[in-house]
C-alpha cells in the first residue's frame, strides 16, 4: 500500500467535512420544518376550538408530550454532529500527515 500524500489526506477530511455539513444542514432543515409543522398544528387545535377533540381522543396530553420528546431528540443529534465536526478538526490537525517534514 502506498504511503498517503498530504493532497490524498486533504481531499479525504474535505470530503468528510463537506459531508458532515450536509448531514449538518439537512438535520437542521429537518428540525426546523418540523417545529413549522407542528406550530400551524398547534394553531389549529388551540385556535379553532379543536382541543377538546384532542382531549375527548385523550391523545393532546400525548402529542405535546411526544411533540417534546421529538424535538429534544433532533436538538440532541444537532448538537453531536458539531462535536463529531469538532473531532474530525483536531483528528486533522493532529493527524502526523498534515505536520512539517523539517
Not at 437542521?28 to 389549529?44: G, P, V, W
Amino acid at each position: 500500500m502506498m504511503k498517503m500524500t498530504w493532497e490524498d489526506s486533504n481531499g479525504r477530511y474535505n470530503k468528510l467535512f463537506e459531508s458532515l455539513n450536509v448531514l449538518l444542514d439537512k438535520t437542521k432543515k429537518a428540525l426546523s420544518d418540523y417545529e413549522q409543522i407542528n406550530m400551524e398544528f398547534a394553531h389549529k387545535i388551540y385556535n379553532e376550538d379543536l382541543t377538546p377533540l384532542m382531549e375527548k381522543a385523550e391523545c393532546l396530553e400525548d402529542y405535546e408530550k411526544e411533540f417534546k420528546v421529538m424535538h429534544g431528540i433532533m436538538t440532541k443529534q444537532i448538537e453531536h454532529l458539531h462535536q463529531i465536526r469538532d473531532e474530525v478538526k483536531m483528528m486533522m490537525i493532529k493527524d502526523s500527515i498534515n505536520f512539517p517534514l523539517n
